[in-house]
Structure formats: structure tokens, C-alpha cells
T-cell receptor, first 109, second 114 residues
Framework: GQNIDQPTEMTATEGAIVQINCTYQTSGFNGLFWYQQHAGEAPTFLSYNVLDGLEEKGRFSSFLSRSKGYSYLLLKELQMKDSASYLCAVKNSNYQLIWGAGTKLIIKP | SAVISQKPSRDICQRGTSLTIQCQVDSQVTMMFWYRQQPGQSLTLIATANQGSEATYESGFVIDKFPISRPNLTFSTLTVSNMSPEDSSIYLC???????????FGQGTRLTVV
């Protein structure tokens, strides 16, 4: 089967750095996506990795290792508004998106 | 990018009734996707809707329960039929602009069945 694993919940302090991990097992790979979802809202796109390495976008970075089936999302200089769920999703060989269950990130002052 | 207008944003419905959810996209797209997201859980794909053909349903979802229309390249509807409390969930429509593209979502419909 296909599955994506990420921690259920993480807690971090305002101003700090947090790393959210994602491991995947899918039938083929055509890219990995990270989304942010605030409570009661739709997911919004954060980042996309298709090649190994680090992609940086402001305070957010995402890393991919295809050989290890592993990615992480790194959030720096955490702000209270970063409290949300973070979803990892992989496109398989059929370009179908396979979704992780999401990591609920709680930011404390 | 794509902007999707989804409505209603929320509804409370009696069991046994049906609700139709609409999504309008600001550009023409080949495929539209309908998801369900139950509280605290991830997105579950219900079906993929192509214009001019029947929707393709995922395992566990059937056309009689979730009929879908796709009359043109910018619009789709999902009906939740003969509702029961187990259908209480958030329903989301989504589009992708290409195989390597990210998914864009409507605002979601929060459905409560009583």
C-alpha cells in the first residue's frame, strides 16, 4: 500500500525553529508537497520538492531525500500565526496526490 | 494559480436529505477533485471529475451516494445523498493546473448532519 507518516502533534516556542518530518512509501514519485492548514480553512500550498536537496522560501524550507523516502519542513523564527496543521503529500506514478494525516503545530509564547 | 469559489461554506442538514456543493474555478481545468476531511484527519479523495465523462470514484465511495456533475471546464457539483450523521465532515474541491502543479482548494464546506 501507499502511506505517508508524519508526527501527529508538535509544540514549539515563538521565535524558535521547528522541523516537521515526513516519510513516505508510494508507488512511484513525482514530487512532494507541503501544505499549511489553519483550523476551519482549506490547505494552502507552501513548498514543492522533486529533486533531492533543500528548497528555501523565506522562513520556510523543505528538504527531500528520494533514496530515503524522507522530507522535512523547517520553520524558522516561529510566529504565533504559524500555529496550524502541516500536511505532507506525494504525487505517485499516476500523478495522484497521497496525503499524510498532518502535523498539528502548537506555538507557545 | 487558480481561484476556486465553493459554496455553501457550511450547512446543517437533516438525516435522509441531500446537499449539493458547488465549485466554480476562475480558469478552465481538465480535472477537478473532491475530497472529504473528517475532524483531525487527512484528506480522503472521493472522486475525480473530468468534463464530458463520468467521475472516477475511489474505493469506498459510490456514485449513488456522491453523484458528481461536471458540465464544463470551470464548474462541478458534488451531492451528498441520503445523509446520515456519519457524513458530517468538511468537503473540499480542488484543481491542479498540470501534472507537476500544486493543488488549489476551494474554501471547503462544513457539513453537519443531525
Amino acid at each position: 500500500g501507499q502511506n505517508i507518516d508524519q508526527p501527529t502533534e508538535m509544540t514549539a516556542t515563538e521565535g524558535a525553529i521547528v522541523q516537521i518530518n515526513c516519510t513516505y512509501q508510494t508507488s512511484g514519485f513525482n514530487g512532494l508537497f507541503w501544505y499549511q492548514q489553519h483550523a476551519g480553512e482549506a490547505p494552502t500550498f507552501l513548498s514543492y520538492n522533486v529533486l533531492d536537496g533543500l528548497e528555501e522560501k523565506g522562513r520556510f524550507s523543505s528538504f527531500l531525500s528520494r533514496s530515503k523516502g524522507y522530507s522535512y519542513l523547517l520553520l524558522k523564527e516561529l510566529q504565533m500565526k504559524d500555529s496550524a496543521s502541516y500536511l505532507c503529500a506525494v504525487k505517485n506514478s499516476n500523478y495522484q496526490l497521497i496525503w499524510g494525516a498532518g502535523t498539528k503545530l502548537i506555538i507557545k509564547p | 494559480s487558480a481561484v476556486i469559489s465553493q459554496k455553501p461554506s457550511r450547512d446543517i442538514c437533516q438525516r435522509g436529505t441531500s446537499l449539493t456543493i458547488q465549485c466554480q474555478v476562475d480558469s478552465q481545468v481538465t480535472m477537478m477533485f473532491w475530497y472529504r476531511q473528517q475532524p483531525g484527519q487527512s484528506l480522503t479523495l472521493i472522486a475525480t471529475a473530468n468534463q464530458g465523462s463520468e467521475a472516477t470514484y475511489e474505493s469506498g465511495f459510490v456514485i449513488d451516494k456522491f453523484p458528481i456533475s461536471r458540465p464544463n471546464l470551470t464548474f462541478s457539483t458534488l451531492t451528498v445523498s441520503n445523509m446520515s450523521p456519519e457524513d458530517s465532515s468538511i468537503y473540499l474541491c480542488s484543481v491542479e493546473l498540470g501534472e507537476g502543479s500544486e493543488a488549489f482548494f476551494g474554501q471547503g464546506t462544513r457539513l453537519t448532519v443531525v
